[in-house]
T-cell receptor, first 110, second 112 residues
Framework: RKEVEQDPGPFNVPEGATVAFNCTYSNSASQSFFWYRQDCRKEPKLLMS?????NEDGRFTAQLNRASQYISLLIRDSKLSDSATYLCVVNMASNYQLIWGAGTKLIIKP | DTAVSQTPKYLVTQMGNDKSIKCEQNLGHDTMYWYKQDSKKFLKIMFSYNNKELIINETVPNRFSPKSPDKAHLNLHINSLELGDSAVYFCASSQTGIGEQYFGPGTRLTVT
């Protein structure tokens, strides 16, 4: 089983729709969780940290389910500018290393 | 103000050459990283330094040698470049080893 696993997509979604990504992780001792987005030929940029209580930032909602070892990202009212690759990132509690998922590509269509 | 900067942005060179990539962060972070992203887009960590001390050294060829003169700088030197080294190399920094990371714009290395 991969340490961090995401659906590679691509997800083709019409503008205005709601889209959800899931990410599973293998180490139950993991402490930190993040969602990053990466635009084509650009660097990854932090989208949200994911807290145990869940958190929301505008149209974006992130949730953590420790029992099932997954995190999710919900994007409401999707915009064309949301088209990007979304990367799930999990900290391995034993060292300084963040483990990166392979990313899910999202394409928003007009 | 650029938080994490890398130079050069593009690097085209021939097999067998030696090249260096420089990284600087002005965020006051303690930890810096080098990542490689190949054509399949998978982001793979190579090295991590905390306060100038090497703490992560993944299985990469020893032709790759990082150097941290101070905690704001982390350079990557590559000897005897090979075709398979062609990729985008990202530098990143974080306040702690488990916190969010901030990335530089990347260096696109092409080996011909």
């Amino acid at each position: 089983r991969k340490e961090v696993e995401q659906d590679p997509g691509p997800f083709n979604v019409p503008e205005g729709a709601t889209v959800a990504f899931n990410c599973t992780y293998s180490n139950s001792a993991s402490q930190s969780f993040f969602w990053y987005r990466q635009d084509c030929r650009k660097e990854p940029k932090l989208l949200m940290s994911v807290y145990s209580s869940g958190n929301e930032d505008g149209r974006f909602t992130a949730q953590l389910n420790r029992a099932s070892q997954y995190i999710s990202l919900l994007i409401r009212d999707s915009k064309l500018s949301d088209s990007a690759t979304y990367l799930c990132v999990v900290n391995m509690a034993s060292n300084y290393q963040l483990i990166w998922g392979a990313g899910t590509k999202l394409i928003i269509k007009p | 103000d650029t938080a994490v900067s890398q130079t050069p942005k593009y690097l085209v060179t021939q097999m067998g050459n030696d090249k260096s990539i420089k990284c600087e962060q002005n965020l006051g972070h303690d930890t810096m990283y080098w990542y490689k992203q190949d054509s399949k887009k998978f982001l793979k960590i190579m090295f991590s330094y905390n306060n100038k001390e090497l703490i992560i050294n993944e299985t990469v060829p020893n032709r790759f040698s990082p150097k941290s003169p101070d905690k704001a700088h982390l350079n990557l030197h590559i000897n005897s470049l090979e075709l398979g080294d062609s990729a985008v190399y990202f530098c990143a920094s974080s306040q702690t080893g488990i916190g969010e990371q901030y990335f530089g714009p990347g260096t696109r290395l092409t080996v011909t």
